[in-house]
């Protein structure tokens, strides 16, 4: 019986999971009374089955014998939806802001909310958001993508251009930078939504970059970096170093499957696999090769990582390698004893994950996690651990480890070297503490 | 490229031949295909969109303004939200707050920045000149971005320099000079590349830990989220499936309501008779104004009895269950009133059996 009532600060399984027979046939019999309908109150179709149906017998789930009205009506047409959306039940399930990180809209982020997905990827429109100056609508026909730098000779491709070079498709992960960026200090998120959720993951499609830059010719004796630079009004500009732009690196028009969304650059971004979503610039109009970084706005002044000494770290990029439990998670309820599949998402942007381990004591002892494949380079891997939960306090944990042999740290370890004001690139265990009420929280530890 | 190798041994030689010509031929037809893919771009294009400009001033455009005029524009276009001098944190990070010194200017080390409790504004980071050239010019003002000349860049420049100290108010700032107050820009020794975060085989600083049975960490919760924080982001309890095994939290001052499935779901009939009004008069189990819906249910169960109800429900009535007259509801929605209907007679007749 799936459905519940929430009363007094409490989440309760409708009444008749808690009545007991000899009750349900006491009602039967005499009827509803006032302390009898107290007891039932909130669960409105099990009681009216209950007082006015009483074929159902102790057990009997009122939405198997009474048929639901889905099954007894006519569907509806194809098309109704010409471009398919979830389920009316799902409007929750939605991109949230944190409430006074950012003054402005345009200059803001929306999370993804990582507690409700499933897999290794992102539906497109809950793929996160984050915006320097807005987004923009641009139409493809006059979108362009030019090249110029360091190369034989500039050159301009349209969007049907692009759409003629063979084109690869790559699962990808996309963080940015700052994710967990709250959490350096101390807790101030409640669930993995704000803490996490500037996490998505995709199946792009497009030109790989190294392709692009033959065709321009590029200097390969001179040629070091390459900047990218958006259509949109912040035309926002980023540093590319040239090895993870020929190794990987893609413009990208596709995006599982359709085309790229607004929010995340339609018509056209760059997607370089494993750094930060900062450098996957969207709405992309031109890539430069040149033979030294550029100190960009987003490479001088934000996205540089404070050390205790005082010292910024320019052009990190990396992400490395960053694990976290999904569900259940900060903000949710345990609502009986029992199994429980802990399920969460690990990543790496040095490679592939090749181990996930799961604490349920605060890191005292760990197990290894199931993966679920497929297990891609600088992509989400699912994880999935078998747990049963006894009523006890119990303090969840995952930590990963990637192909290159790196193991995500804890906070202390984090912190010890690069203090708590660096802002970006907090790849710390998360811990979240289960009580013994079931209530799930964003807790820090030692 | 596929080759089958079959007898390789023997014809090794030949096989690499084979394959290399093909996979040559391939990659020849390849790239002269895609020679022909895009065209060159031209100068007016060039100079429309190559408007970056790197720290040793690469891409620069020729120009010149100074504090005062700097001001004026600033007045203008700028202070509504960076304030008058560029120290309001209402709507962006300051971009100067007085914190440097002259011996800042002189190392070339912003030591504010080791305090933890002094706020960071854009002068005490940045510490290239060149970043702020580039930035204002293709992306200032916030609301109209690559409005301004090369000029007012400058004097824009200017000004907020002066704001900081950095320069004094007679400067005429230019591509004469840029490189030599870039010189003065107080961190500009400030920024170091020596992480292993720039490259994919970059060293890292922090390694986790192998350590997987009785291992020695503290577990106390050294913090978490004061209770009256929890409903920050709003009601957790909306931001989770709620019949998933582990539903959200109900943080909300509000009053608790039924699921959020009810809330969401329009065939509930909880839901249904509350929002269309019947429940103003009529409750589950007994009479209220009207008859219970429990009776109501026992009388009209059947679809035979569907249309009565519907025009019942529609028309209003009166004498049936009492003298108290049911208002017509002619407003109801034609898909409510049928679920309402379907839900009211879908009811077995076996009234009784149990007893």
């Known amino acids: ?446 | 490229m596929r080759c089958t190798m079959f007898n390789w041994a023997s014809t090794l030689l030949g096989v690499g031949i084979v394959c290399g010509a093909a996979a040559g031929a391939l990659a020849a037809e390849r790239s002269s295909g895609l020679g022909e893919i895009g065209r060159i771009a031209t100068e007016a294009e060039l100079k429309a969109w190559d408007i970056d400009v790197r720290p040793d001033f690469m891409g620069l455009p020729p120009g010149s303004g100074d504090v005062w005029q700097g001001e004026e524009i600033w007045l203008e276009k700028c202070a509504a939200c960076h304030g008058d001098f560029g120290d309001s944190n209402e709507i962006f990070a300051p971009i100067v707050l007085g914190n440097i010194t002259e011996q800042d200017i002189a190392t070339g080390r912003v030591a504010a920045l080791e305090d933890p409790a002094v706020a960071r504004t854009t002068l005490m980071k940045v510490a290239t000149l060149s970043t702020l050239w580039d930035y204002i010019y293709r992306a200032m003002p916030w609301n109209a971005p690559k409005t301004l000349s090369p000029d007012e860049v400058y004097a824009l420049l200017a000004y907020i320099l002066n704001l900081g100290y950095i320069v004094d108010d007679d400067l005429v700032l230019s591509d004469a000079n840029i490189e030599e107050i870039q010189l003065r820009m107080p961190n500009r020794n400030g920024m170091t590349q020596e992480h292993g975060l720039w490259s994919v085989t970059g060293e890292p600083d922090v390694n986790g830990d192998s350590c997987d049975t009785a291992c020695e960490v503290d577990v106390a919760v050294t913090s978490s989220l004061p209770g009256y924080a929890l409903n920050a982001h709003g009601n957790l309890a909306e931001q989770v499936r709620d019949w998933s095994p582990y539903p959200g939290l109900w943080t909300s001052p509000e009053p608790m309501t039924g699921t959020q499935a009810a809330a969401a779901d329009d065939t509930s009939p909880e839901t249904l008779l509350s929002q269309s009004g019947c429940t103003a008069c009529h409750q589950m189990a007994g009479q209220l104004v009207g008859p219970g819906f429990d009776a109501i249910r026992a009388r009209y169960a059947g679809e035979e009895n569907a249309a009565y109800l519907s025009q019942k429900i529609v028309n209003g009535g009166a004498g049936v269950w009492g003298a108290m007259p049911m208002p017509p509801m002619p407003g109801l929605n034609s898909d409510t009133l049928e679920r309402i209907v379907v839900w009211l007679t879908t009811v077995s007749d076996q009234t009784g059996e149990e007893s």
Request: hydrophobic letters at 35%; proline letters at 6%; a neutral charge.
């Open chain 1, 1 to 446: 019986m799936a459905d519940r009532q929430q009363e007094n600060g409490q989440l309760r399984l409708a009444p008749e999971s808690f009545l007991a027979p000899e009750l349900i046939n006491d009602i039967q019999r005499h009827g509803v009374n006032e302390s009898r309908r107290k007891l039932l109150r909130g669960a409105f179709t099990a009681a009216a089955a209950v007082s006015v149906a009483p074929h159902l017998r102790a057990g009997d789930d009122p939405d198997i014998v009474n048929i639901p009205e889905w099954s007894r009506t006519l569907g509806k047409p194809v098309a109704a939806n010409p471009y398919g959306l979830p389920s009316p039940y799902e409007s929750n399930i939605i991109r949230r802001q944190s409430p006074g990180l950012t003054q402005t809209d345009q200059a803001s982020v929306a999370f993804t909310p990582l507690q409700n997905l499933f897999g290794m990827i992102t539906p497109s429109g809950l793929h996160f958001e984050r915006h320097h100056q807005g987004w923009v609508d641009i139409d493809p026909r006059r979108h362009r993508l030019m090249i110029n730098g360091l190369v034989e000779s500039p050159l301009v491709f349209t969007m049907e251009d692009l759409l003629r070079f063979p084109s690869v498709s790559r699962i990808h992960f996309l963080e940015c930078g700052a994710n967990t960026a709250l959490e350096w200090g101390n807790v101030a998120v409640p669930t993995v939504q704000y803490s996490h959720g500037m996490l998505s993951a995709s199946e792009f499609t497009g030109v790989p970059v190294s392709l692009l830059l033959e065709r321009a010719g590029y200097d390969r004796q001179r040629a070091r970096y390459l900047l990218a630079e958006g259509a949109d009004g912040s035309s926002m500009t980023r540093t590319i170093n040239l090895e993870n732009a020929l190794d990987d690196a893609i413009v990208a028009y596709g995006q599982n499957g359709e085309m790229l969304r607004p929010e995340n650059g339609y018509p056209l971004r760059l997607v370089v696999p494993g750094v930060q979503g900062v450098s996957w610039v969207k709405w992309l109009r031109r890539l430069e090769v040149g033979d030294r970084p550029w100190a960009a706005k987003d490479e001088a002044s934000h996205y540089v990582d404070l050390m205790p000494d005082g010292s910024h770290r320019q052009y990190t990029s990396i992400q490395e390698a960053k694990s976290v439990i999904t569900a259940p998670s900060g903000g949710q309820k345990l609502l009986k004893q029992g199994y429980y599949c802990i399920t969460g998402l690990a990543w790496s942007g040095r490679g592939s994950v090749s181990k996930v381990e799961v604490s349920v004591d605060g890191g005292r002892n760990w197990r290894v996690a199931r993966l679920e494949g497929p297990v891609l380079p600088k992509a989400l891997t699912r994880f999935n651990f078998d747990w049963t939960w006894g009523g006890e306090e119990a303090l969840l944990q995952s930590r990963v480890t990637d192909t290159s042999g790196y193991t995500q740290p804890t906070r202390t370890q984090l912190v010890a070297i690069r203090g708590t004001r660096s802002i970006y690139h907090n790849n710390a265990i998360q811990t979240w503490r289960v009580g013994a009420d079931g209530e799930v929280h964003n807790v820090q530890l030692g």
